[in-house]
């Protein structure tokens, strides 16, 4: 089945997402610790069909790249490189880790679990996905 992947960056963990078969939804998938987020996806593509990864990208409120922006395009280079024939897209990640912790108490997760830095990455992973999913379905409506 076709999957497009949502990826949180970070320079300890990685928070991964999937779409559905048909692209609609987003859902969060797991985190990994980021020196393993390659031979993760490479397994995962053993199963699933990736059509698409779409990257999460760290602005500052002036749209300029963050300071983590660097370790971002080192990633995506190596992304480009084990995966070339797959496309990347960037998507503003911004206020990602807030809007899943709003998930997660709006959700009724305790707060000890929310305090998992490993199911942020990963919920933020899925926001940064659905963000992507959404903006095409409006665009393809005009």
């Not at 390659?38 to 963050?66: A, C, H, R, W």
């Not at 490189?81 to 108490?105: C, G, Q, W, Y």
């Amino acid at each position: 089945m076709e999957r497009i992947v949502g990826i949180d960056y970070g320079r300890k963990r990685t928070g991964l997402a999937v779409s559905d078969p048909l692209g609609i939804f987003a859902s969060a998938l797991i985190t990994v610790p980021a020196a393993q987020v390659l031979d993760f996806l490479k397994k995962y593509s053993l199963d699933e069909k990736i059509t698409l990864f779409v990257v999460g990208f760290p602005l500052n409120m002036n749209n300029q790249p963050s300071e983590a922006a660097a370790d971002v395009e080192i990633f995506i280079r190596q992304l480009k490189k084990h995966f070339p024939d797959i496309p990347v897209v960037l998507e503003d990640e911004r206020f990602t880790s807030k809007m899943a912790l709003n998930a997660m108490i709006e959700g009724g997760v305790k707060k000890m679990k929310r305090r998992d830095k490993f199911m942020t990455d990963k919920i933020s992973a899925a926001i940064i996905l659905q963000t992507y999913i959404d903006r095409e379905a409006l665009r393809k409506k005009r």
